[in-house]
């Protein structure tokens, strides 16, 4: 039993290959610098890893504070079974995002410098002491769930203790950190192509998270009842996504009357390449969404909410390396695409997110009411 | 100490790279003549029409990009007008680099410990009442070191009394909030090509995002009062319901009416 060859399967060879490439190119980053392994340029210093590892990664574990909220400060028991598996992807999310960080910046060693040396004034700032306190918070919601497994009961309950001031300060902290990485790009008004550089760019950061943070918690769940047989409710699932049909129809108005009142709603139509990719990304992060849901068999079926929730999750990827890549290469002067190396590595930390994410599943009380109202017909008691 | 800068005068520049060789000189930077700024190259002269010449450094802005977006604010703009940079305080985020509108910092990509290259305006030669190495070296006076008041008032002194030599701009007074470095040309400079084509604002880019900034505490107060807020309101809503229901087992002829409430509450902790 012990020395068994684990099975050989197609998603096994797949997720080998994966993380073979995935030090391979570590190992190169770390000792032949950031111009051995990427594309990046003095033309065009963010790629891939800030694009995608960093800011799109924050926004995809978005998911957590906006659960929290909803539980413990607004007490909607109703969504308590969604908890744990918002917070543990949100948990993952930021760590990836922490290690993302390491990987591109220039001296990852000093990345603690932020602590020590202050500059008010700078939104990376805010963001890195946003983003490392939020981390801590999620640390700590999610001990909890390691402590009862680890039966250290005397700790869950400490951290109890604290949990509405956690959550409280996890809304705070998120509301400011979601909406500052649009900030970031408040900063380059002549850089940045028109349709996409607005100074409502914090606003739309944030409620464009908040969106896709639904749409995360909707394709975990199917995923995690497809492949670990765990997973929550479909009536649970169909009230995020009505909650979802809020934010994303506001998120749409408040992007065409931006559009309008700056005067630039003409270049929608144009045939520039930034103006397409801005219409397939609008397209898919939110009009598809929204005519899918208009459709009852999509609305009740959770492959249909599990579809509709991917047009979302991709639409707001694009929509993030849209506004951090494609919308600044034509000031730049220069094109960029990523090196594979950069790809590899990115493909890699989110082969690690799934796979410490399943191993949380299936090892950790995730999907705590599902599994115990079979045990238990009887009222569940649960802390978190 | 008073703003100092300078003023580069593309009318006069006859493209010798001599302060090109003095900065590399000064800098201990590989010789060798570079088409574009880079980490080996602080300054460049390039030939952007036939025979006009435009040396490109960093502009040293009066409200520097740089020194607003670096997260651990490892660029100071000093009280004379350069403004230098701190490598070890750098963590390598490269967010100077993509913010600043006229792309001056370099990085060192092929270095696993890289830094952030740029002009510093010889800062140290200015503090010891010098000036920097190119205006030094300059044989033509296509760039001099002065003050940047009095460079303002003789470029435009030289408008004025050549009217038909130069286009009537003096660029880096307005850009992006004015900055240390000032260009005169013959052409118009939107024909001059990057970063003269660019169309900058005359507000200070630090702004635009210090709009935003300035509202966290406000969020940060609001958002605790109002979550705390919500928090008392939902958790008193569920205390008044035990309450209530812990009554209702007392009177035990209004349990019956409320079976169904019970039931739910029930779901609470």
Redesign the interface.
């Given at each position: 039993m012990l020395f068994r060859i684990p099975k050989i399967t197609l998603w096994r060879i797949i997720i080998a290959v994966i993380v073979t490439l995935g030090i391979y190119y570590t190992v190169i980053r770390?000792?032949?610098?950031?111009?051995?392994v990427t594309n990046?340029?003095?033309?065009f210093?963010?790629g891939l890893w800030v694009g995608f590892d960093v800011i799109t990664g924050v926004g995809l574990a978005a998911g957590a504070f906006i659960i929290a909220?909803a539980v413990?400060?607004?007490?909607i028991?109703t969504y308590r079974p969604i908890l744990r598996p918002a917070i543990l992807t949100g948990f993952l999310g930021y760590s990836l995002v922490a290690v993302g960080l390491l990987y591109?910046?220039?001296?990852?060693f000093?990345?603690w410098?932020?602590i020590v040396?202050?500059?008010?004034?700078?939104?990376?700032?805010?963001?890195?002491w946003c983003v490392m306190l939020y981390l801590s918070v999620l640390a700590l919601e999610f001990s909890t769930v390691v402590f009862e497994r680890l039966r250290l009961n005397f700790l869950k309950q400490a951290i109890h203790l604290l949990i509405?001031p956690l959550s409280?300060l996890g809304?705070?902290l998120s509301?400011?950190h979601q909406?500052?990485l649009g900030?970031?790009f408040?900063?380059?008004?002549?850089?940045l192509y028109e349709l996409w550089y607005s100074?409502y760019l914090?606003l739309f950061f944030f409620v464009s998270a908040v969106s896709v943070g639904f749409a995360m918690v909707t394709m975990e769940s199917f995923l995690s009842q497809r492949f670990l047989g765990k997973g929550i409710e479909l009536n649970l699932l169909n009230g995020l996504a009505r909650v979802n049909v809020l934010v994303m129809a506001f998120y749409l108005t408040i992007k065409i009357l931006d559009l309008a009142n700056r005067g630039v709603l003409g270049a929608v139509l144009s045939l520039r390449f930034e103006s397409v990719m801005f219409d397939i990304e609008t397209m898919v992060q939110v009009i598809i969404p929204l005519l899918l849901l208009l459709i009852p068999a999509v609305r009740t079926s959770a492959r249909g909410l599990f579809i509709t929730s991917l047009f979302i999750v991709i639409g707001f990827i694009m929509n993030r390396l849209d506004i951090a890549i494609t919308g600044?290469e034509a000031?730049?002067?220069t094109s960029y695409f990523p090196a594979f190396g950069e790809i590899a590595i990115s493909v890699f930390l989110v082969t690690m997110g799934f796979l410490a994410f399943a191993f949380a599943a299936t090892y950790l009380n995730v999907f705590v009411h599902v599994q115990k109202k079979e045990e238990t017909p009887v009222?569940i008691?649960?802390?978190v | 100490m008073a703003k100092m800068g300078i003023l580069i005068d593309i009318t006069k520049c006859i493209g010798c790279g001599a302060c090109e060789k003095a900065c590399k000189m000064r800098n201990d930077l590989p010789t060798g003549l570079e088409n574009n700024l880079s980490a080996t190259a602080y300054t460049v002269v390039q030939e952007r029409r036939p025979g006009m010449y435009v040396r490109r450094m960093c502009m040293h802005c009066e409200n520097p990009t740089c020194v607003s977006v670096c997260p651990v604010g490892a660029f100071t703009k000093t009280a004379a007008g350069p403004v230098t940079y701190d490598k070890d305080k750098c963590i390598g985020c490269r967010y100077c680099m993509y913010s600043c509108p006229f792309s001056v910092p370099k990085y060192q990509w092929d270095r696993v410990v890289p830094y952030v290259q740029k002009c510093y305006l010889c800062a140290d030669r200015i503090a010891e009442g010098s000036e920097p190495a190119c205006t030094a070296a300059c044989p033509t006076g296509a760039s001099i070191f002065g003050e940047r008041d009095a460079l303002i008032e003789d470029a435009k002194k030289r408008i004025r009394d050549n009217p038909s030599r130069y286009t009537d701009h003096i660029y880096g007074v307005q850009e992006v909030g004015g900055t240390s470095v000032l260009y005169l040309s013959s052409v118009p400079f939107d024909k001059l090509g990057e970063p003269f084509t660019m169309q900058l604002p005359h507000k200070p880019l630090p702004l635009y995002t210090w709009a935003a900034l300035e509202k966290v505490p406000t969020i940060v107060v609001v958002g605790g009062v109002v979550l705390t807020g919500i928090w008392w309101i939902t958790s008193r809503r569920d205390e008044v319901k035990k309450f209530e229901e812990r009554t209702q087992q007392h009177h035990w002829w209004q349990a019956g009416m409320k079976k169904d409430d019970t039931h739910k509450g029930g779901e609470r902790r």
């Open positions: 770390y000792t032949r610098g950031l111009g051995a990046l340029s003095d033309k210093p963010w909220l413990y400060i607004f007490r028991d591109d910046l220039g001296k990852w000093d990345v410098h932020p040396f202050w500059n008010p004034h700078s939104v990376m700032f805010e963001v890195a509405i409280i809304v705070i509301t400011l909406s500052s900030s970031l408040l900063i380059v008004p002549s850089k100074p914090p600044v000031s730049s002067g009222e008691i649960h802390d | -």
